[in-house]
């Protein structure tokens, strides 16, 4: 019931591993200090996020409609969460020292934030689903990873500012902002757990266990 969804969240963690691509020594160090500033702060937000994925994607195994609803809805609030404090840290680090460093920031926290409400009214549209109708569940859940299909575009797009040119690089070279490997995250009472060191990859949410 919940393997869409599951399917929908895979190219989030495409989202968590942009920041991971090659470094370049040639970077300036005022760039480079800027994107440890970021990165530092950046590192339990990923983390977070990959949690709450892979907490979605382990539900869809074998969870009961009241799971599957509680886990969608904490593991939305929390990726909103991530997404906030994710764009509290570029705000506070100031303007990236780069070519129209200050418009990519406002843009960077703009849909950042606009990212962490469009989660937020997922979960509302998760918490108003009917477990107790397992049809209707079914529909309202295929209804929600539509959604979700959107939102990833939005939260590629509010990365794609951040992750361009010498700052991308800068960035990179970061272990904060590099690959995040979700931990072991127990759903709610009832429901699948994450394995440690599952990987919050397509092929892990597009083969979720019968």
């Known amino acids: 019931m919940n393997k869409k969804l599951a399917a929908a969240l895979s190219g989030?963690?495409?989202?968590?591993?942009?920041l991971s691509g090659c470094s370049d020594d040639g970077n300036d160090d005022k760039v480079n200090a800027w994107a440890k500033t970021?990165?530092?702060?950046?590192?339990?937000?990923?983390?977070?996020?990959?949690?709450a994925?892979?907490?979605?994607?382990?539900?869809?195994?074998d969870g009961k409609p009241a799971d599957i609803q509680a886990a969608d809805s904490k593991a939305f609030?929390?990726?909103?969460?991530?997404?906030?404090?994710?764009?509290?840290?570029?705000?506070?680090?100031?303007?990236?020292?780069v070519d129209n460093g200050e418009q990519l920031q406002a843009d960077a926290v703009k849909e950042l934030n606009a990212t962490a409400v469009a989660y937020e009214n997922?979960?509302?549209?998760?918490?108003?689903?009917?477990?107790?109708?397992?049809?209707?569940?079914?529909?309202?859940?295929?209804?929600?990873?539509?959604g979700l299909k959107?939102?990833?575009?939005?939260?590629?797009?509010?990365?794609?500012?951040?992750?361009?040119g010498e700052?991308?690089?800068?960035?990179?070279?970061?272990?904060?902002?590099?690959?995040?490997t979700p931990s072991a995250a127990p759903g709610p009472a009832g429901s699948a757990s994450?394995?440690?060191?599952?990987?919050?990859?397509?092929?892990?949410?597009?083969?979720?266990k019968s």
Do not use: H, W, Y
């Open 167 to 180: 700052l991308g690089t800068a960035m990179a070279k970061q272990p904060g902002c590099q690959k995040v």
């Open 38 to 51: 970021v990165c530092d702060q950046a590192k339990p937000q990923l983390q977070k996020r990959a949690n």
């Open 194 to 208: 994450a394995k440690p060191g599952a990987p919050a990859s397509p092929s892990a949410s597009a083969k979720p």
């Open 150 to 164: 959107k939102i990833e575009k939005m939260d590629q797009d509010a990365l794609a500012k951040l992750q361009s």
């Open 77 to 97: 609030q929390d990726i909103a969460d991530a997404d906030r404090a994710l764009a509290k840290a570029v705000q506070g680090a100031g303007a990236p020292p």
């Open 53 to 61: 994925q892979q907490v979605i994607i382990s539900t869809a195994a």
């Open 12 to 18: 989030g963690a495409v989202l968590m591993l942009a």
């Open 122 to 146: 997922l979960k509302k549209q998760v918490d108003a689903l009917d477990p107790n109708n397992q049809q209707k569940f079914a529909d309202g859940l295929q209804g929600v990873a539509d």
